[in-house]
């Protein structure tokens, strides 16, 4: 039993003596050492229960590592719930400045934990993970650069949830250098590299589930938004027309401003622009910031579900063929359609009722 008095310190000489032989050296222990440590190579963060006062808590070593995530890595997180809207926003932040992300909630997507969580992040719910082996686990939040963990950051009661209890009494330690621990990861590993394949950034097949969701959203490795490098590589010729569609389409926000003032060049230029916007109250309001610019927008009502694909559609039609990219969600098609073909298919899903609006208004307003 840990005593309360010297809690941080009995706590980090309790995990170091539950390593395996290999992971046990001879550490010493001190009061530097009650928030996090190196242990096995892993560092290793303690994190406890907020009855017992809190030394560390977990959303700032979320919210500190997500910071220290780098273009390229990979960081994975499991949640319990949507129910952190700073840590939601915080890999929202991470995504688009290059840092693959994969989140992993246990809880039932519903509307209210929808409802906290940014369009960005609510991007693409690709599948589900399998029941975890460890149902008691609360989360954990792992990076990693070059193909290795380097840091692992988790909670985890060391025994189930009894009926009538709101919580176990027993501490949570962030610490996974244990058997345990490893054999968690090691589950939660395979299922990312059976779901998504190496390399990660490969295409994935999209797909919904109520239950045990993963949300996945790849920003391009460089700080530019794929909508905008495509529309760099945009012919300038008169036959060229550009449609931009977008469910939230902020003209103001880091994102879609750039967007937006490439449009207003392009169609300064000769381009026919247009935008197909989905008619809810945000766009109402973007509508009018960019009527200042010379863009012509459309108003479409999106079909339901289609928030979950944060889609930001780009068609550019040259003389010959039509360039569709997806810059949210990162799907499984083929980003080159041919002219006589604005269907996009999903790869063993068909395709999402968005595209036969976006196909239905083409066909409508091209030749316009």
Request: net charge positive; aromatic share 8%.
């Amino acid at each position: 039993m840990l005593q309360k008095d010297k809690l941080g310190q009995n706590m980090m000489t309790y995990l170091i003596g539950q390593l395996p032989p290999e992971l046990s050296p001879l550490i010493p222990v001190s009061e530097e050492m009650t928030a996090h440590t190196l242990v096995g190579g892993f560092e290793v963060h303690i994190d406890q229960d907020g009855h017992r006062g809190i030394t560390t808590p977990i959303a700032r070593l979320y919210l500190r590592e997500i910071a220290r995530a780098r273009v390229g890595d990979k960081l994975i997180i499991l949640q319990k719930s949507l129910t952190q809207p700073q840590i939601n926003h915080a890999l929202v932040d991470a995504a688009l400045w290059g840092v693959e992300v994969i989140a992993v909630y246990r809880d039932k997507l519903n509307p209210e934990c929808l409802a906290v969580v940014p369009s960005a992040l609510q991007a693409a719910c690709y599948k589900i993970f399998r029941k975890s082996p460890h149902p008691h686990h609360k989360s954990m939040m792992l990076l990693q650069r070059d193909g290795t963990v380097r840091a692992i950051i988790g909670s985890y009661n060391t025994r189930r949830q009894k009926a009538g209890e709101r919580q176990p009494r027993t501490h949570t330690a962030l610490f996974f250098t244990m058997q345990r621990g490893r054999d968690l990861f090691a589950f939660y590993q395979a299922e990312v590299d059976r779901l998504f394949g190496r390399p990660a950034s490969s295409p994935k097949t999209l797909a919904f589930n109520t239950r045990f969701g993963i949300m996945k959203f790849v920003m391009h490795p460089n700080r530019t938004s794929p909508v905008l490098e495509l529309l760099n590589n945009v012919s300038t010729c008169p036959n060229t027309a550009i449609w931009l569609s977008y469910y939230n389409a902020l003209p103001d926000s880091h994102i879609g401003l750039p967007v937006f003032i490439k449009l207003n060049d392009l169609c300064r230029r000769g381009c026919r622009v247009r935008i197909l916007l989905d008619a809810n109250d945000e766009n109402r309001a973007a509508y009018e910031k960019a009527r200042q610019l010379h863009l012509d927008i459309r108003w479409a009502k999106f079909p339901s579900g289609s928030a979950m694909l944060g889609h930001k559609l780009v068609l550019a039609r040259t003389l010959d063929e039509v360039h569709i990219m997806q810059s949210s969600a990162n799907l499984s098609a083929s980003q080159h359609l041919h002219k006589h073909n604005l269907t996009l298919y999903l790869r063993g899903q068909g395709f999402h009722p968005i595209y036969q609006i976006l196909e239905k208004e083409i066909s409508r307003y091209w030749r316009r």
